[in-house]
């Protein structure tokens, strides 16, 4: 903010900041919303509010910073109507309506670039001439007034959420000294154009009050470079510092927004924040055609591609952006000491317990298995890659440039101040959820810094060998033998587009776990508590010049001992994590939505054998306590297994795991010969224990013999 008071003139303030909030079902939708084709003007949020702070010391008059903005794609027909407006709140229910003032420090800067022409018209400074002195520009006219200059000068405002903040006894700070709605129906024409709004920060304080755009034109989705800033977070961070969600488009069906949470870091007591770090979220569009061959080359993702964002648009530069595509982000931080933004200065965990999600509107994609020439079939599954600043740039170009086709991609290096020591792209994904809406969500210990969805990523291979197991795998001992064999996808002839790009990272770890069969863990925070993971050597560090050879060897780790206290229903389940962070999870579409699950083995544990009741011989002997030759006797008798089930009773065998009681039955006792003989019945269950019952009779011959 530039705060004027003539003849004195006081420097304020005007940084980087877009307090991000979680998304939310409302009828005012964000700033790259979609808008229904409707005869009445429709209001659409442009940019949530950022508290009141000190500028950046390089936000000066002379070096103007944008903190926020936006580009949409409108369709505009005669009458047209656009306003720009601020917050009205409801004090009993908390709830924010467009129509009321507005406030930014400073200024709101409007550029429009008509599809017929491709001739930028602007930027114009929209603010009114509210404070200003003449001779100085655009810059020279800012969107709030005396009401909140003094006090946001005087240093009292700082923290504050203009939008809720009661600052003149029933007024909002955003009422008392924000401006009225600010027409800018005049900067559009009929047809097709974009429309750029920027929010502009002078120095010495910046803020500003949620922004709504009420118009009578259609939106066809948002086209980046944008910027959206969020709230700092200091040393004792609240909720609403922890978690912050940067909405970029939150359009019916194109909803678009990268979500930075640190409450389970803060809760693990495992969270390092330095120096009030404010983190910020560039964002690109991307070519889905490109992806492959510009930026996975050389890597593990060669054969993958980027999930298209319905709400973001693309094109080449100059062009009309009309073309679907995928979504680049860059999260990194400023500090009051530093307000050059880099994601090392983003907090620090010690444990990869600080999420990050990408959630979006897209079209449905399908995963496939990947059937390779020796008959292995390897499965495809989801990932959410993190890079380093300035991945998919042109060599030379700074972050945020628009580059349509891709740039520098492949294999890359992460910035050395974060301290991160892995291979570079590295796939986060720890789970993937959707459609309405999608969600990639991955972990890391800090951000650095650039992210995409992307699907089709081989996954490693796992196979289970579990000693000593029967049918329906059953065993019938309280410690178990395991062997993990892991193999990486060797894509060489299959054909797959980008396969002769494809550099296959070695296996890092097996890990595994196991857990009753009604309740396995799904992957959340990977490894699961009292899960066991089995490490390989050390990884690689590709580089551009050696991403590394076309293969990479299995991995077999020791063999496994597992003990089990309890007979029961049980499931192993395990997965390969890669060099390059890739994890065999197994992703499949449940009634259309997408799950994340672990790859499961079951392990089934029965030591006790089958129970054998009720054996009797009918009819009963003589007083004398014997049969006669060639006397029809049965003898009955029945087996039960509460566990794996009866196999074998007597003389009938049962299919495995369908008969847990056998009931009754009866067999035919010998009485052919005579002399002392012994009934015996023989059961087993489906895990091999066996068991028996036997009964002692006495067969005599009729007289005479």
């Not at 700092?232 to 939150?250: C, E, G, H, M, R």
């Not at 590295?426 to 999608?438: I, V």
């Not at 994590?577 to 672990?598: H, I, L, M, N, R």
């Not at 002392?676 to 019945?681: A, D, L, N, S």
Request: charged share 10%.
């Amino acid at each position: 903010m530039r705060f004027r008071i003539f003849p004195l003139i006081l420097m304020s303030a005007s940084c980087l900041t877009v307090f991000a909030t979680a998304l939310d079902a409302q009828t005012t939708v964000q700033l790259s919303n979609s808008v229904d084709v409707v005869a009445v003007p429709t209001a659409v949020q442009l940019f949530n509010a950022v508290d009141v702070q000190t500028s950046p010391s390089a936000n000066t008059y002379s070096t103007p910073v944008t903190f926020n903005s936006t580009t949409l794609n409108l369709t505009c027909t005669a009458p047209i109507t656009a306003s720009l407006s601020g917050p009205v709140l409801n004090t009993e229910t908390g709830a924010l309506t467009p129509g009321g003032n507005l406030l930014v420090d400073n200024n709101i800067l409007v550029t429009v670039t008509p599809a017929s022409t491709g001739t930028p018209q602007g930027p114009v400074n929209v603010c009114p001439n509210i404070d200003s002195a003449s001779g100085e520009g655009i810059y020279n006219q800012n969107c709030f007034t005396t009401a909140y200059q003094g006090p946001a000068a005087a240093g009292s405002l700082n923290g504050d959420d203009p939008d809720t903040y009661i600052a003149n006894g029933t007024e909002t700070e955003v009422e008392f000294g924000g401006v009225p709605p600010i027409d800018i129906s005049s900067y559009l024409s009929a047809g097709s154009q974009s429309v750029n709004i920027a929010l502009v920060d002078e120095g010495g304080w910046f803020t500003n009050s949620s922004v709504y755009l009420t118009t009578s034109c259609t939106q066809g989705g948002v086209t980046g470079p944008a910027l959206v800033m969020g709230n700092p977070i200091s040393s004792t961070p609240t909720p609403q510092q922890l978690t912050q969600t940067f909405n970029v488009d939150s359009g019916s069906n194109q909803k678009i927004a990268f979500v930075y949470d640190l409450s389970e870091a803060n809760t693990a007591n495992s969270l390092t924040v330095s120096g009030t770090p404010s983190p910020q979220v560039a964002d690109l569009p991307l070519n889905p055609a490109t992806f492959q061959s510009n930026l996975a080359f050389n890597t593990s993702f060669a054969t993958s591609e980027c999930l298209i964002h319905t709400g973001e648009l693309g094109g080449p530069l100059g062009q009309q952006a009309t073309l679907p595509a995928c979504k680049l982000f860059t999260l990194e931080c400023t500090t009051p000491a530093n307000p050059v933004p880099s994601g090392a200065q983003c907090p620090i965990s010690t444990v990869a317990n600080e999420v990050v999600q990408d959630i979006f509107d897209g079209p449905n994609f399908s995963l496939e298995d990947i059937h390779t020439r020796d008959g292995r079939i390897f499965h495809e599954g989801i990932g959410f890659l993190m890079a380093s600043e300035g991945w998919g740039s042109e060599s030379g170009v700074p972050p945020g440039t628009w580059n349509w086709n891709g740039g520098a991609g492949g294999p890359c290096t992460f910035d050395p101040a974060a301290d991160l020591n892995l291979p570079c792209p590295q796939n986060m994904l720890s789970s993937f959820t959707g459609p309405g809406l999608f969600s990639s969500s991955g972990e890391t210990t800090h951000p650095n810094s650039t992210f995409i969805s992307i699907a089709k990523v081989p996954e490693d291979r796992t196979e289970v060998r579990i000693d000593g197991e029967w049918p329906g795998h059953w065993i019938n001992r309280q410690t178990v033998h395991v062997r993990f064999r892991s193999q990486p996808p060797d894509l060489r002839h299959t054909g797959l587009p980008g396969a002769e790009n494809f550099i296959p990272s070695p296996i890092q770890s097996i890990t595994y776990g196991v857990s009753p069969a009604d309740s396995v863990p799904v992957p959340a925070n990977e490894p699961i508590p009292g899960d066991t993971t089995l490490l390989n050597s050390a990884c690689p560090i590709p580089t551009a010049a050696d991403p590394g050879p076309p293969f990479a060897p299995d991995f077999t780790p020791a063999e496994q001992t597992l003990t089990f206290a309890a007979d029961g229903r049980y499931l192993l389940h395990f997965y390969a994590c890669d060099c390059a962070g890739t994890q065999e999870f197994k992703f499949a579409q449940v009634s259309g939505s997408w799950t994340t699950d672990f790859y499961t083995r079951e392990i089934n544990v029965d030591t006790v054998p089958p129970a054998i009741t009720g054996l009797v011989l009918t009819p009963s002997p003589s007083a004398h306590g014997t049969y006669t030759v060639g006397e029809q006797v049965k003898a009955s008798y029945s087996c039960s297994d509460a566990t794996s089930g009866v196999v074998l009773c007597g003389d009938k065998f049962y299919a495995p795991g369908s008969t847990f009681n056998t009931g009754t039955l009866t067999t035919t006792v010998d009485t052919r010969w005579p002399g002392t003989k012994t009934f015996t019945v023989w059961a087993a269950d489906a895990a091999g224990n066996r068991s028996s019952a036997s009964v002692t009779y006495k067969v005599v011959g009729p007289a005479g013999w």
